[in-house]
């Protein structure tokens, strides 16, 4: 049965609606190029090749790939240990023009180089992401960021130029002059991470700054959860009157998938660009369709700094049904569903921070939270520490969140209540769960 299509724009519409077939007849190409291309001259890759016993014209296609070993985050960061620059580099650091780093939110900082071949790469995968926003060249595009090393939002520039639209920078600016920057310069779109939107909707009202001002239709986040999550997004989207859309990426492997305009659908991969591959986190072997899984990735479009079948620590599903959007690309139910290392067993209950999000931010008292997970003789326990809005009752909060968590998880965290400014705010990643 074909699934009605809907008014939506695309980046690339031929790309983007190719047959099934045609899209691994492409990813197959991609991937014998970028073997081709870096065995000899990238020293990362064809050692991994060589003890793999696999010489390049041995991956050509999809089968091929899987019975290559997987890359890990562990291996880049040791690659980079031994040089001024990674072994992951293909080319003399002549070449290299960019160099980013992770934000280092759970280990060391990862340093990432590109040539302008592969930041150009870097804006077509964003262009896929904004454009499935619907994003067009009509549009004013604020990004909020800083001049850092994290690579942030800084490809999402280069995919707005792609598009057309007009880009309006917001670093160097407290919230509140972003704020009426974004009025001044009638700004219809926006990125930035979720947990800032909301920041923003915070300082407007601490400003007495009316948000209608802004003209804003699109918001897109990255960064970390939270655009995936129900109630982050209902809030966002409620407060700035616009709609909100997920986006997933990593400094290491590129932007790698966006939700589309048929919310809630997801997020797609993009095939074009990725091979995307989901496998049991334990034992490394491919699941079931519609299970849960890790998802590992090939990117296909940057030979200057490769990875092959790296492992994310993220948590997926794919969905094979056919999306309204008429997009024949991967989609995984959900987005990503949250990461391997941050599952946490409380009383035989997995959690994952997203889950945590959501019941919290269906409480509209609640301004900002943290959340604890530690163990008090052997058990698990969740410590939830809750800052209101002004006028909300706390106490009528913490009953109405005790009970969400008792229904829905079976659990009874301890909470308790912040003084009014006290827990951090964040621009860029938020980290709102510690484990003890």
Known sequence: ????????????????????????????????????????SNRFVSDKLDAAGAAPQD??????????????????????????????????????????QTSGTTGSPLRVF?????????????????????????????????????????????????????????????????????????????????????????????????????????????????????????RIEDAWGAKCYDHAGASEVGAHSFECQAQPGGTHAIDSEFIVEVVDPASGRAVSPGDEGELVITNLGRVAFPVIRYRTGDIVRIDNAPCACGRTFTRFAGGVIG?????????????????????????DTIDEFRVTITRRHSTAVILIEIECRDGASGEDTVRA???????????????????????????LKAQRFFIK
């Open 114 to 234: 590109d040539t302008p071949q592969s930041w150009d790469w870097w804006g077509r995968c964003w262009g896929f992401v904004l454009a499935g926003a619907g994003l067009t060249a009509e549009d004013r595009f604020f990004v909020p960021f800083s001049f850092g090393p994290f690579i942030g939002f800084w490809a999402a520039v280069g995919g707005a130029e792609k598009i057309g639209a007009l880009m309006v920078p917001g670093g160097g600016r407290t919230s509140a002059q972003r704020l009426q920057l974004m009025a001044d310069h009638g700004v219809t779109a926006m990125c930035c991470t979720p947990t800032y939107a909301l920041r923003l909707v915070e300082v407007a009202d601490e400003e007495g700054f009316d948000l209608s001002a802004i003209p804003m239709r699109i918001t897109v986040h990255a960064g970390e959860p939270g655009a995936n999550v129900p109630a982050t997004k209902a």
């Open 59 to 100: 991956v050509r296609t999809l089968e091929d790939l899987v019975g290559l070993p997987f890359t890990t985050k562990a291996e880049l960061l040791a690659a980079q240990d031994e040089g001024p620059m990674s072994t992951n580099c293909t080319f003399p650091e002549a070449a290299y023009t960019r160099i980013h």
């Open 339 to 363: 990461r391997a290392d941050d599952m946490v067993v409380v009383r035989g209950v997995n959690i994952y921070p997203a889950a945590v999000e959501n019941l919290l931010l269906l409480h």
């Open 1 to 40: 049965m074909q699934t009605a299509r809907m008014d939506v724009t695309f980046f690339d519409h031929e790309i983007e609606t190719l047959p099934r077939e045609r899209l691994v007849k492409l990813q197959e190409a991609k991937l014998a190029a970028v073997v081709r291309e870096t065995y000899g």
């Open 401 to 427: 969140v005790r009970a969400a968590f008792e229904s829905s998880l079976g659990l009874r965290p301890e909470i308790e209540m912040a003084p009014r400014g006290t827990l951090p705010r964040f621009e």
